[in-house]
C-alpha cells in the first residue's frame, strides 16, 4: 500500500535523494533496506533477526536502517506491507467474476517480487501475531471489501471461502510447489479453481452455512 | 506410518523398554526427542537447530538423541513423518466423497499434536526440500492413492485441486487464523466447502483442464 506514495508530494520532479523526517532518504534505499529486511526475517524469524544484520545484508550502516524506519518493529511492519491492488470487481460481469478473482491474484503472485512475499509473508505469519494481522487486514481490503460494496450477502464468509481457496493454490504451487500443481499452466488452475470461486461467490449463504 | 510399529514385531506384550540397534529404547522417550525436535526445527529452521539442542530441550543426553536416530538429517525425517491414516472412501457412496473427505482431514488436525505438526511442517517447508517431498509423498498416499484406486479419470489433477482446498483450509484456519473462517464449527467449513470437493471429483477432466 502507500509505501510507494509516501515521499515527493509535491509533484515536482525531484531527484530520488529528499527531505524526510530526520534526514535525507532514497526510495532505491529504503528498497534495499526492505529487501534485505524480509529476507532475513523470512530465514531467522522474527527474534533472531538483528537491525545489524539487516545493516551488513544490506551493505550500509546500522544508523541508517534506524533513521528510515525507527526501530525493528517498524521495519517488520513496513516489510510486511502488502503492495497488491484490490481486484475491481465492479467492472465485470457477475457470472465472470470468480475468474476475475483468480486471473487478478495469480497475477500478482506471478511476479518474481510477489513470490519472495508471499515466501515471507507465510514464514513468519506461523510464529508471529503481527504479520498474521497484516495479513487478515489485506484480506479485508482484497476480498471482504470489494463484495460488501457490491452487495454480496454475507461477503465475510463469502470472502473466507474464497480466501482459502486463493491462499491454498499460493501455498501448494509456489511455496510446496506440489505436483502437478505447481507444473500446470495458469489457465489450467483458472479452468479448475474459477468454478469454486464463482460458488463461493453466488451460492445462498445457507447452502454455505448449514451441513448437508 | 511407519513410525508407531517399527519396534516389537514379536507381537508379545513386552514393557515399554525394548531393545533396538544399539542399545535399549522406549518409544515414550523417542516421542520425547521427536515433540522436541519439531518445536525446535519450526521455531528455527533446520540449518540453525542441533542435536545437542534437541537433547536439552526434551532434557536428556545428546548422545541418547543419536542412538535414537542415527543423525540430524535422519532426526529431521523422522519428525516430518506423518501419521495419518488415508480415507477409505471406498465404503462411501460416490455423492458423499467430497463431504467424507473434508471430514477426514479436519478431524485429523483438530487434533493437537496433529495442529503443531502443521505448523512445523509448514514452517519448515517453506525453505527446505526434504520436508516439501515428505509433504509431496504423503499427498500422493492420502488423496491421489485412493483417487486412483477407485478409478477416477486423473487422478492427479483432481488431487491437485482437492489437496489445494485442504490446505487452504489447514493453512487459514489453523496457522494464520483468519477470520472469520477461524471461528466457524466444523460443520460450517464442511457445508462450504465440500461440494467444492465434490466438483473436483466428479467434474469431467475437460472442465478441469481448459479455460473457461
Not at 107 to 126: G, I, Y
Not at 154 to 165: F, K, N, T, V
Not at 172 to 189: F, K, T, Y
Request: proline share 7%; charged share 20%; with cysteine.
Amino acid at each position: 500500500m502507500g509505501v510507494m506514495m509516501r515521499e515527493n508530494r509535491s509533484g515536482t520532479t525531484r531527484p530520488p535523494d529528499c527531505l524526510g523526517v530526520g534526514g535525507p532518504r532514497s526510495e532505491g534505499t529504503r528498497r534495499t533496506i526492505l529487501d534485505a529486511a524480509r529476507g532475513l526475517f523470512a530465514a531467522r524469524g522474527y527474534e533472531q533477526t538483528t537491525i545489524r544484520a539487516v545493516a551488513a545484508e544490506a551493505d550500509i550502516d546500522a544508523s541508517l536502517v534506524m533513521r528510515y524506519f525507527g526501530s525493528k518493529a517498524d521495519l517488520f511492519a513496513a516489510a510486511a506491507t502488502i503492495d497488491l491492488n484490490a481486484p475491481d470487481l465492479a467492472s465485470v460481469p457477475p457470472r465472470r467474476r470468480g475468474e476475475a478473482l483468480v486471473r487478478h491474484f495469480m497475477a500478482s503472485w506471478d511476479r518474481d517480487p510477489s513470490e519472495d512475499m508471499l515466501v515471507f509473508l507465510l514464514r513468519t505469519a506461523v510464529t508471529n501475531d503481527a504479520v498474521a494481522e497484516q495479513m487478515q487486514a489485506t484480506f479485508n481490503r482484497m476480498i471482504v471489501g470489494p463484495l460488501t460494496q457490491l452487495g454480496y450477502t454475507d461477503p465475510e464468509r463469502r470472502a473466507a471461502l474464497i480466501g482459502s481457496q486463493l491462499m491454498g493454490v499460493a501455498l501448494c504451487r509456489h511455496i510446496l510447489r506440489l505436483e502437478p500443481l505447481a507444473a500446470l499452466s495458469n489457465d489450467e488452475v483458472v479452468a479448475g479453481v474459477a468454478p469454486t470461486i464463482q460458488r463461493y461467490l453466488t451460492a445462498p449463504t445457507p447452502a454455505l452455512a448449514q451441513p448437508a
